[in-house]
């Protein structure tokens, strides 16, 4: 009987490893990655409908974005912005899940190399075709779900990860909600998809590489197929 391939279920767990890698990355890069605002500014006519200019909402929108940052020890401070206590506690709660993606991405890398390590050892690549295919998983979900309706969605990520309503927010007592539409969150949310899934490509490309280069050490079972 013909021998097949088998995947063990250590596999999968190296699968969530990179996946947690490349999704923490993914997030990490789109929160830093400022010109996608500033692009946005002028393709959804944000100075026209804050009122603001443009100098003005970019200072602004640098400041949150360095108080984001995990190695910022400061407290959050609008340039010319007021801000309610409840909107700088969501922001400081925004801040957290950002430096929880910092530790993950962290942690993931060092367990990533490890098993890298590891297996090159034993030449054995089968994981990366695994890994390839579990990382894609999760933007595939999120795919459909924002073309599916993205309001819902949005709202659905926040009840999911904020236990209040702070993140319902009064232009009134916090007009920094209206230099951040819905649409900017939402190519920002392309963006972690467009990387995940380029991570999962670079992840089966380099199990193509090597399994031409040097010949890939399967695991394997009678007759069966995994």
Not at 116 to 121: D, E, F, G, P, R
Not at 141 to 161: M, P, Q
Not at 166 to 192: E, G, R, S
């Amino acid at each position: 009987m013909r021998k097949l391939r088998k995947f063990k279920f250590s596999d999968i767990i190296i699968g969530i490893v990179f996946t947690l890698l490349i999704l923490s990355l993914g997030v990490i890069i789109t929160i830093n990655f400022r010109p996608l605002y500033y692009m946005d500014v002028r393709l959804l006519d944000i100075e026209e409908a804050s009122g603001y200019t443009r100098e003005e909402i970019l200072d602004n929108y640098n400041a949150l974005i360095d108080y984001s940052s995990p190695f910022y020890r400061d407290g959050l401070s609008f340039p010319t912005l007021p801000a309610s206590p409840s909107g700088i506690q969501h922001f400081k709660e925004v801040k957290n899940i950002f430096t929880a993606f910092y530790i993950i991405a962290g942690i993931s890398l060092v367990v990533a190399a490890v098993i890298i390590s590891y297996k090159a050892k034993r030449r054995d690549y089968s994981y990366l075709k695994v890994s390839s295919v579990t990382a894609v998983i999760l933007p595939a979900i999120a795919g459909l779900l924002i073309a599916a309706d993205f309001d819902r969605a949005f709202v659905l990520f926040h009840k999911l990860f904020f236990n209040n309503d702070y993140w319902i927010f009064d232009p009134a007592t916090d007009p920094v909600i209206n230099i951040l539409p819905d649409t900017f969150f939402l190519h920002c949310a392309l963006l972690i998809i467009f990387i995940v899934i380029l991570g999962s490509i670079i992840l089966y490309l380099i199990y193509r590489l090597l399994k031409k280069r040097t010949g890939i050490k399967y695991r394997r079972i009678d007759g069966i197929k995994l």
